[in-house]
């Protein structure tokens, strides 16, 4: 049986994504970088499951996700973006394989980002972000979620880069096997990589080609 969480509170931090924060059911448990499929309570959505990961931590007290809405159809993620406090999800268990395994490099595209929100809060409430970097692609500079807090997290360990747009701070184009050899000197450490199906593809058999160890590469299959 599907659990059912009132949202507490919503809050935009793109033009396109907002996080929600939810109740958490007793005795609900997850590990950081783990997701769940989400429905919204409505005859009409219930069955509509969607997933999504964990943006809080395991020991919060409220659930927490941080969500990109796609507006260019009627879907479950525009629906989403019309809720409003005290509305009511539907959530499963926790499932995922992306959880940490080790110090290393995390690339996302996107809304790819979002387990590594979970893990990277995990690893600051653990002091234990150093030796950890993070590359994030996106289009344009509005598009980066939470800038500000891994600018600060992690310094010159994050590595933005933009395709569409070029910006100060920002690199632009798209991750290739130069742009790695650029940014990565140790490819036998952990690689965590999420972000659309084709983006892991390509990037994981970037890494292998230089060098990196397949088992080593973590995403979810």
Request: net charge negative; with cysteine; charged share 25%.
């Amino acid at each position: 049986m599907p659990h059912t969480v009132k949202i507490k509170q919503i809050q935009s931090l793109t033009h396109d994504v907002n996080q929600y924060t939810l109740e958490k059911p007793d005795g609900y448990q997850f590990e950081s970088g783990q997701a769940t499929e989400v429905a919204i309570n409505h005859e009409q959505w219930k069955d509509e499951k969607r997933p999504f990961s964990f943006t809080s931590l395991p020991e919060d007290d409220h659930l927490e996700f941080v969500i990109k809405s796609y507006h260019d159809h009627e879907g479950v993620t525009h629906q989403l973006d019309q809720l409003k406090v005290d509305d009511e999800l539907l959530l499963e268990d926790a499932w995922g394989a992306i959880t940490y395994k080790g110090k290393g490099v995390f690339i996302a595209g996107g809304a790819g980002v979002t387990p590594f929100i979970g893990i990277f809060k995990w690893l600051e409430a653990q002091g234990k972000v150093e030796g950890n970097s993070l590359i994030f692609a996106n289009k344009t500079s509005k598009d980066i979620i939470l800038e500000a807090y891994f600018r600060a997290l992690l310094g010159d360990n994050f590595i933005s880069i933009l395709s569409d747009e070029e910006a100060s701070g920002s690199e632009n184009g798209r991750i290739d096997v130069d742009f790695l050899k650029k940014h990565i000197q140790d490819f036998s450490q952990h690689f965590y990589v999420c972000g659309p199906d084709k983006m892991v593809q390509d990037i994981s058999e970037q890494l292998e080609s230089l060098g990196a160890d397949p088992d080593g590469i973590t995403f979810e299959k």
